[in-house]
């Protein structure tokens, strides 16, 4: 099996890791001739309780030296996509795309481009990249993949990985599995980035646990049909086994980094908003983050 794994943050660096342990042939297209240097020596995860396995991968900087004949991951950070899409668009032959972004707002921003053969993904585990070759498996929670026909075979494969470590679901409506996925952010990212707290502390606090309650009561009772897909319990429990883990949107604030409020947030505040629905909880939060991003910018 032949992987080209376009980023390589916390979940590109955990995705690759799994699969490079299967014995797949793995290699990154990462920006940084630093960080291919690095990933050439080894990819590192390290798990909870800080033991560690080392997996061979290969990585690289140019397009051009990725193999087409290859399932491609796509794990980047939304602003980073366009770049990528442009690339990909232009090769000769269209590989076969999984994209695993946070939120929604990726899908439009897809669609501007001619692409063939696209799935996508969502991912609950719980991962920390320490450096440029080092991941953290935090915590444990299922990859869910909503594909294109041509790649059954190849999901078939990624389900045989590690059914303990590494679970893999279906979809059959990538539509609802984003929907999906995004609500769970809305619920956890926006509250953990504001009050600067692992996502577990917003069971453990009971001030915390208020606020998260009443963020997840709004946005379940604004997707009325989403309510065999996702419940309160099913919120709660990503919070429980992601309990140590910092939130995408925390660990940017932390770093001094733009927060992805658009494609999560905001594309959420969008889409309750066509349907004649509220979210003054939300919007509240949203108004909160773009503020903390312009303060801590300046």
């Known amino acids: 099996m032949r992987v080209v794994v376009v980023g390589a943050g916390s979940i590109g660096l955990l995705i690759g890791s799994y699969l490079a342990q299967h014995k797949a042939n793995v290699t990154f297209w990462v920006r940084r001739e630093e960080q291919a240097i690095q990933l050439r020596e080894g990819l590192i995860r390290l798990d909870s309780m800080g033991a560690h396995d080392h997996f061979a991968v290969r990585a690289v900087v140019a397009p051009e030296e990725l193999p087409i004949d290859a399932l ?11 770049e990528v899409l442009l690339s990909i668009s232009t090769l000769k032959k269209q590989p076969d795309l999984l994209f695993v972004q946070n ?35 935090n915590g444990v929670g299922p ?20 059914v303990e470590h590494f679970p893999i679901n279906t979809h059959t409506n990538a539509e609802k599995l984003l929907l999906r996925k995004v609500i769970i952010n809305c619920a956890i990212n926006p ?13 453990d606090n009971v001030y915390f646990l208020q606020l998260f309650n009443q963020l997840c009561d709004e946005l ?32 940017d604030r932390l770093k001094g980094k733009p927060m992805e409020i658009e494609t999560i ?7 309750i908003e066509q349907r004649g629905g509220h979210a003054p909880f939300l919007k509240l939060l949203e108004s909160m983050l773009y503020g903390i991003n312009g303060s801590e910018a300046s």
């Open 143 to 162: 990859i869910t993949i909503a594909a294109d026909e041509r790649i059954d075979h190849m999901i078939r494969w990624l389900q045989c990985i590690d």
């Open 72 to 82: 491609w991951i796509i794990a980047v950070k939304y602003d980073a996509l366009p």
């Open 220 to 251: 379940l009772s604004n997707f009325p049909e989403m309510e065999k897909e996702l419940s309160y319990e099913d919120i709660a429990s990503v919070c429980r086994r992601t309990a140590s883990n910092q939130s995408s949107m925390l660990v």
């Open 191 to 203: 509250l953990t980035a504001i009050l600067q707290v692992r996502n577990g502390q917003l069971l």
């Open 103 to 137: 939120g929604i707002g990726h899908v439009s921003v897809i669609d501007q481009y001619q692409l063939t053969h696209v799935s996508f993904a969502t991912v609950e585990h719980g991962a920390k990249r320490i450096d440029d070759r080092t991941v953290r498996h």
């Open 265 to 271: 947030v905001t594309a959420v505040l969008q889409k």
